[in-house]
């Protein structure tokens, strides 16, 4: 009798002889594969239970500034994690590759490598400090058995390339076991030099170093879809490079006035579109995201689209233009919408319809009352993040109090969790968590006065592929998964 799968409603049944059953884990890869053509990669944000899988960093409540995550990335199979802090480090997390299969393992990332990409530097001209803090990672796909990332504090852009060594030449003709170099006279035979197995060591090392090109502070850095080319944005201009080229650049906006008296908007964020390469937005702290043409103009000065809400009168007040300047911008994987995120809210944009978003979700609008002493305290002027998960279906986004929000574009539905250390044993679910604006506080509320402004979670992304996330809370990396059952 010939043996086949036979799947129904999501149960799985082996017809033939029971000698040949399958394996544990080639029934929860088919397990996993078939709730992966439900939901899509990635898919779920409020049906799904979210569960604690491991948490990076130190401890103590003492914290270095040094030790502050500044930036989060996957790579594009979501295998490797990166991380940036303000000492100038990059430290790259593997997922296990025995974990793969293992669905109750799949949040499961171990140090890979960790190396420091920036160094303090002084401009001397300018007598100025040059920060060692990572802004941006982002990765390029891979193309053969070495990873490359690009990684950039506020002036200076590198391409490191990370690699894997497990074997090591021996029997130079020239060079003793040690290193030594040999007389060429004592020679009298010839060796064939052979490969001899090592240690598995992962080496980073700098590629391309792309410098002297930004007057003002990096703010965004996005590889272009061609793979060849990359922008990097400051607040007046963006520049466009190319991977193999470190010497030059071409300038493809620049909108500092002639008199800088006049200047009334900076550039916040740039991206470039995932599919079409010559197409690529900002975004201003003005509230407007441009979105630009490169095959209209060598300067894209002039743009193609401009996406703004207008304003309501009603919510007018004196900061209005601190709220709306947008700190991040993204585009989905589709290449469809974009997303925008401002101080109070997310915005999801078709880039067919240019003056108002389709989606709008309010991230933390109890704090609209709050204004005065968040501007007081400068936690007005911080700059969140956002991201999308692998099918575009849902967004995420950080808040105060170590909270961050998942809001479901199909569903219309969002909730609220905490990354906390009271959580922390493995595939602990995680409770919705709710804030209390103003009266009587049920029993499972915060109130928005107990807020703890000094938590915020600034940084997350979501694996491209599968239901893991990974968000920064000051020091810390946390890594959340969904429950299987």
């Known amino acids: 009798m010939q043996k086949k799968w036979v799947v129904f409603f999501g149960a799985f049944w082996w017809q033939g002889s029971n000698e040949s059953l399958p394996s544990a884990e080639v029934v929860m890869f088919l397990k996993f594969s078939l709730r992966s053509i439900f939901y899509g990669a990635g898919g779920g944000g409020n049906d799904i239970q979210w569960c604690f899988s491991q948490v990076k960093g130190a401890v103590d409540d003492d914290v270095a500034e040094a030790d502050i995550i500044s930036t989060v990335e996957f790579n594009h199979s979501g295998e490797l994690l990166a991380t940036g802090d303000k000492g ?6 593997q997922q296990e590759q025995e974990n793969k299969i293992q669905s109750l393992s799949r949040g499961e990332y171990n140090v890979y490598s960790t190396f420091q990409s920036h160094e303090p530097e002084f401009d001397y001209l300018k007598s100025l400090e040059i920060e060692e803090k990572i802004n941006k990672i982002r990765w390029l796909p891979q193309k053969n058995a070495a990873q490359f990332l690009l990684s950039t504090n506020d002036k200076t852009i590198k391409l490191w390339k990370i690699s894997e060594r497990d074997k090591r030449p021996e029997g130079y003709n020239l060079k003793e076991e040690d290193g030594r170099y040999r007389d060429p006279s004592t ?4 060796r064939v030099p052979v490969f001899r197995p090592m240690d598995l060591m992962v080496e980073a090392s700098p590629r391309r170093i792309f410098a002297n090109a930004h007057t003002y502070h990096i703010n965004s850095i996005s590889i ?13 201009r963006i520049n466009l490079w190319h991977l193999e080229i470190t010497d030059r650049s071409f300038n493809i906006v620049d909108i500092k006035p002639a008199n800088m008296e006049e200047l009334t908007e900076v550039i916040t964020a740039a991206e470039f579109h995932p599919n079409s390469c010559n197409t690529f937005v900002y975004s201003s702290s003005k509230g407007t995201i441009r979105l630009c043409d490169m095959r209209a103009s060598a300067l894209c000065d002039r743009h193609s689209k401009l996406f703004e809400e207008p304003e309501d009168p009603s919510n007018r007040s004196f900061f209005s233009e601190i709220i709306s300047s947008i700190s991040d911008v993204k585009f989905s994987h589709s290449g469809r919408y974009m997303m925008t995120r401002d101080y109070l809210s997310v915005k999801i944009w078709d880039l067919n319809m240019e003056n108002r978003p389709v989606e709008t979700y309010q991230v933390h609008e109890y704090l609209r009352s709050k204004l005065c002493s968040l501007y007081e305290n ?3 002027f ?13 967004v995420m986004t950080g808040s105060y109090n170590n909270f961050f929000r998942m809001f479901d574009r199909n569903t219309k539905r ?12 493995p595939r602990t679910v995680l ?5 209390c604006a103003s009266g009587k506080r049920k029993k499972d509320e915060i109130s928005v006065d107990s807020l703890d402004f000094n938590k915020k979670i600034l940084h997350t992304a979501w694996h491209p592929k599968e239901n893991i996330i990974a968000v920064a809370t000051t020091n810390n990396l946390y890594i959340f998964q969904d429950k299987v059952n």
């Open 88 to 93: 100038g480090r990059v430290v790259i997390f």
């Open 224 to 236: 272009n879809s061609d793979y060849e080319t990359y922008l990097s944005a400051d607040d007046l």
């Open 187 to 190: 020679v009298t035979t010839l």
């Open 414 to 425: 969002d909730i609220t969790l905490e990354a906390s250390r009271e959580n922390n044993k």
């Open 431 to 435: 409770k919705p968590r709710k804030v």
């Open 382 to 394: 911080d700059k969140f993040e956002c991201c999308w998960n692998g099918s575009d279906s849902v």
């Open 378 to 380: 400068d936690c007005i």
